[in-house]
């Protein structure tokens, strides 16, 4: 590689510091750098890049790469993230291997994973109100001063169930380890392809998650409860992008066919990951299919921790 995209999240690298670093160490090498020094306010998209732009590195944490994500989700640029926050699951290369790291890109020694991502569309009657991409996931919650909210949720137009709830996740693999995670959802390898479905406190003992295949179609639609209260919702696109829900509102959510891809250099896998960040999980081999699948409520005494499985 010698045409690179260094995009930065301002509030980590105040100064900018690291962000002249790599250019400057980039540019003795010969390459040729694109630098966008705030990555949430530059408008990045494939028409206001280069167009021999290879690589783009994510200067922040799995909230840039996310913000990334979306802006290259027309381009073919593959993203690398160098992690200058605290937990970091998408943002892999740490400051103290930056030097390590540029070697290998100009060596191009390194993979690319490819990760799914999601598309969602709002409806109101036959008005589109919206339409936005996740690499992480798609929430429905509640919002302002609305109790919980009721949702009905369909996949490829039967009905799966009715929540009654503070709000549904639908998670990619990737995202499986965010939000979905802290609600109690499983964590599933990053690589597979499927759509996580976790309730939100959800007002019944029996909600739990549901696994569903990428290439379901799933659609979500706010249910009036009390005549006299508005439901007040809102959707959230990897926690950055939102749209206002009203009673009857839509949305539809299906498998993007853009897919993010991820740079990786270190040997670190997605198990090492999980240890690292002491998350305490039961690894579960599926037969039939290449899942990887663990259940976040669950500690472990395992397989997976005494390195059996």
Request: glycine share 8%; charged share 25%; net charge negative.
């Amino acid at each position: 590689m010698k045409h690179f995209l260094v995009a930065t999240n301002k509030d980590k690298d105040i100064d900018l510091r690291i962000t002249h670093e790599i250019q400057k160490y980039l540019e003795k090498r010969g390459a040729d750098i694109f630098v966008v020094p705030d990555v949430y306010q530059s408008g990045i998209n494939k028409d206001t890049l280069p167009d021999n732009i290879e690589c783009a590195i994510a200067l922040g944490g799995d909230g840039t790469i996310l913000q990334m994500s979306r802006c290259l989700r027309e381009s073919d640029i593959p993203v690398l993230g160098v992690n200058l926050g605290n937990l970091g699951f998408l943002a892999e290369i740490e400051v103290n291997e930056i030097e390590r790291m540029l070697e290998c890109l100009l060596a191009d020694d390194y993979r690319i994973e490819n990760r799914m991502m999601l598309q969602g569309q709002v409806l109101r009657g036959e008005q589109i109100l919206g339409e936005e991409f996740a690499l992480n996931d798609i929430v429905i919650g509640r919002s302002g001063f609305s109790r919980i909210i009721s949702l009905n949720v369909y996949v490829n137009g039967h009905l799966l169930d009715n929540y009654h709830a503070d709000g549904i996740i639908l998670a990619t693999p990737t995202g499986s380890t965010g939000y979905n995670l802290s609600a109690g959802g499983p964590i599933i390898n990053p690589v597979s392809k499927m759509i996580v479905v976790t309730p939100i406190c959800a007002h019944a003992i029996q909600s739990k998650s549901i696994i569903l295949d990428k290439d379901d179609k799933i659609s979500i639609k706010v249910q009036k409860v009390r005549k006299t209260q508005l439901e007040e919702a809102f959707a959230t696109f990897d926690g950055q992008k939102g749209i206002q829900l009203s009673s009857h509102d839509i949305v539809n959510i299906e498998t993007a066919q853009q897919v993010t891809k991820l740079i990786k250099i270190t040997d670190h896998s997605f198990y090492d990951i999980l240890k690292k960040e002491n998350i305490n999980v039961t690894i579960r081999k599926e037969f039939g299919g290449k899942v990887d699948a663990a259940c976040g409520q669950l500690r472990a005494n395992n397989a997976f921790l005494k390195g059996e499985f």
